[in-house]
């Protein structure tokens, strides 16, 4: 993929140049995940392990429906249940398909070091390139979505690649086209934010009153977005972040301190030079030798004065 | 290793070889950090085959570091105290740059150039250390949450750059001041090096018949 994809990076990660990016007549895309219509069958989920070749270790039940319990290497996409009381005291089960959200301002690549290693392609997809992965947990601590995940065995990161190689050749991702109930859309960002206007529209009128769309502007919106039943309270969704933000401390350590520091480095290389054309070396002269040996010579006979003083008396 | 007759030891072979083994380590954790910090400088990753290895072999350079470096606290810490001799010589720092000697107090073992390397390195690989660790996700991923290893890198980076200036500040000195890097490599000092930027010390090798690195030394009675 990295190599049929090269010319289409909008964003590679630590790389100072432009990347290629002829190709920019392309049309951002977007999966669309209507939460309201979600009915927690995990057929996104094992669609993805289908088309990635993707099997986790089997786990033990622990009283919840999330299986596997959290994401991992081998598990890109995770259905997160959270029994949710209502006010009035009824029960709801919000079902959130977790995964990359393919942010538009992608943390994970802000943050990571390895040239390359992650990339944005026109279209707003974030892809992992593994093969210039260093499995330094950078994109980890970039990520407001808490969703990279280093393997212990091959030591580089995974995360769902919104089916960068099926979108690239014109499918929709396996976890859209396994969705029976139509809960996960895929097409144009435009498309899907129109798509969601109506569905907000008919939750609206069937009462509630806080659907909406995620879309965090935080981020400058993401590929991957939500309908909710209670878009003002996203965190109601198992975490889901209700203001999600690269963290300033990310944003401090990728941003300013990186020439400022490099700066200083130089500034410091730079005057010792500059000293050494100036000042010149400090060397030893021959009358420091000269004063030296006075000096030693002086102690040495004062030692031997002692001596003598103690040899002469009586034992 | 062979001296030449009438020098001063200034650092034993002990101190030498525990020397080097921190520069060595500092200057590979100073590649493999710089390149992991900046993307102009991530060709340094080639010099330890690669990037993977290179985050692989980093914080195990950074525990060696840590324990030669307790080594150099263990030989030093005590001809590094602070005195007030210190104060009246950074404030003479200008004539000391200017490398007119003369009329600057006179120095004990270390000046105060010295020991504020000595003291900020023993601060700061503390803080390396702790940091490092809290972001060394192999081992240590799940004892913090993402939120404090952020931090942690921030001030991981800030350490480092701060101790490769300090580090900077270090080697120019020893190139600056002639004599100073045989000092570390071959271990001996003329007397008359020994006079011009440490008299203190000096005198009181002088005053004690020792040959160095500390007075009084009773093992070398036999080169009076």
């Known amino acids: 993929m990295a190599d049929l994809q090269s010319q289409d990076y909008i964003r590679r990660s630590a790389t100072t140049l432009t990347p290629p990016s002829v190709r920019n007549h392309e049309a951002e895309v977007a999966k669309l995940i209507d939460v309201t219509r979600c009915i927690g069958c995990k057929a996104c989920q094992a669609a993805c392990m289908e088309w990635n070749d993707l099997r986790t270790e089997m786990q033990s039940f622990e009283g919840s429906y999330d299986n596997p319990k959290d994401l991992d290497p081998s598990t890109w996409t995770l259905m997160r249940f959270t029994e949710h009381e209502t006010a009035d005291g009824n029960l709801e089960w919000l079902i959130r398909k977790d995964g990359c959200m393919h942010c538009e301002d992608p943390g994970?690549?802000?943050?990571?070091?390895?040239?390359?290693?992650?990339?944005?392609?026109?279209?707003?997809?974030?892809?992992?390139?593994?093969?210039?992965?260093?499995?330094?947990?950078?994109?980890?601590?970039?990520?407001?979505?808490?969703?990279?995940?280093?393997?212990?065995?091959?030591?580089?990161?995974?995360?769902?690649?919104?089916?960068?190689?099926r979108v690239g050749v014109g499918l929709e991702p396996a976890c859209v086209k396994a969705c029976p109930t139509g809960a996960i859309m895929f097409g144009s960002k435009a498309d899907m934010a129109d798509w969601a206007g109506e569905r907000i529209v008919d939750l609206k009128s069937r009462g509630y009153e806080n659907a909406g769309l995620y879309d965090p502007p935080g981020v400058s919106g993401t590929h991957v977005m939500y309908v909710l039943h209670h878009a003002d309270k996203p965190s109601l969704y198992a975490g889901l972040p209700d203001d999600p933000k690269i963290s300033a401390a990310v944003e401090f350590w990728k941003g300013l301190i990186k020439p400022v520091a490099l700066a200083g480095v130089a500034l410091a290389a730079v005057s010792g030079f500059l000293h050494w054309v100036v000042a010149g070396p400090n060397e030893v002269q021959p009358e420091d030798e000269v004063e030296a040996q006075h000096l030693l010579a002086a102690e040495r006979s004062k030692r031997d004065t002692e001596n003598r003083y103690i040899a002469d008396e009586p034992a | 290793m062979t001296r030449p007759r009438g020098t001063l030891i200034?650092?034993?072979?002990?101190?030498?070889?525990?020397?080097?083994?921190?520069?060595?380590?500092?200057?590979?954790l100073m590649l493999s950090g710089l390149a992991m910090f900046h993307p102009l400088l991530f060709w340094l990753s080639?010099?330890?085959?690669?990037?993977?290895?290179?985050?692989?072999?980093?914080?195990?350079?950074?525990?060696?570091?840590?324990?030669?470096?307790?080594?150099?606290?263990?030989?030093?810490?005590?001809?590094?105290?602070?005195?007030?001799?210190?104060?009246a010589w950074a404030l003479a720092i200008n004539k000391v740059l200017a490398n007119e000697e003369e009329g600057v107090p006179e120095v004990a073992r270390f000046n105060a150039g010295q020991k504020m390397v000595f003291w900020s390195m023993a601060l700061l690989i503390p803080v390396l250390?702790?940091?490092?660790?809290?972001?060394?996700?192999?081992?240590?991923?799940?004892?913090?949450?993402?939120?404090?290893?952020?931090?942690?890198?921030?001030?991981?980076?800030?350490?480092?750059?701060?101790?490769?200036?300090?580090?900077?500040t270090h080697v120019y000195a020893a190139i600056w001041v002639r004599g100073s890097m045989r000092a570390m490599t071959q271990g001996y000092v003329t007397p008359g090096w020994a006079w011009r930027h440490h008299r203190k010390w000096f005198r009181s090798l002088a005053a004690t018949g020792s040959t160095g690195p500390r007075p009084g030394n009773a093992a070398d009675k036999t080169h009076k």
């Not at chain 1, 802000?110 to 390359?116: E, L, R, T």
């Not at chain 1, 390139?129 to 580089?156: A, L, M, T, W």
């Not at chain 2, 250390?129 to 809290?134: D, E, K, R, S, V």
């Not at chain 2, 996700?137 to 701060?162: G, N």
């Open chain 2, 46 to 87: 080639a010099l330890f085959g690669g990037g993977q290895w290179m985050r692989a072999i980093h914080p195990w350079i950074g525990l060696v570091l840590v324990v030669s470096y307790a080594g150099m606290i263990v030989q030093f810490w005590r001809d590094n105290l602070w005195t007030r001799d210190d104060v």
């Open chain 2, 10 to 28: 200034r650092n034993t072979t002990v101190t030498r070889l525990n020397h080097w083994l921190t520069a060595a380590c500092f200057v590979l």
């Open chain 2, 129 to 168: 250390l702790f940091t490092g660790i809290l972001v060394w996700d192999y081992y240590f991923e799940a004892f913090s949450s993402v939120e404090t290893q952020r931090f942690a890198l921030l001030i991981h980076s800030l350490a480092a750059i701060a101790a490769i200036i300090i580090w900077i």
């Open chain 1, 108 to 165: 994970c690549l802000k943050a990571c070091p390895a040239p390359g290693a992650i990339v944005q392609y026109a279209n707003g997809i974030v892809d992992f390139i593994s093969e210039n992965c260093i499995g330094c947990g950078y994109c980890v601590k970039g990520c407001p979505f808490n969703i990279p995940r280093i393997s212990k065995v091959d030591h580089k990161s995974y995360k769902c690649t919104l089916c960068s190689d």
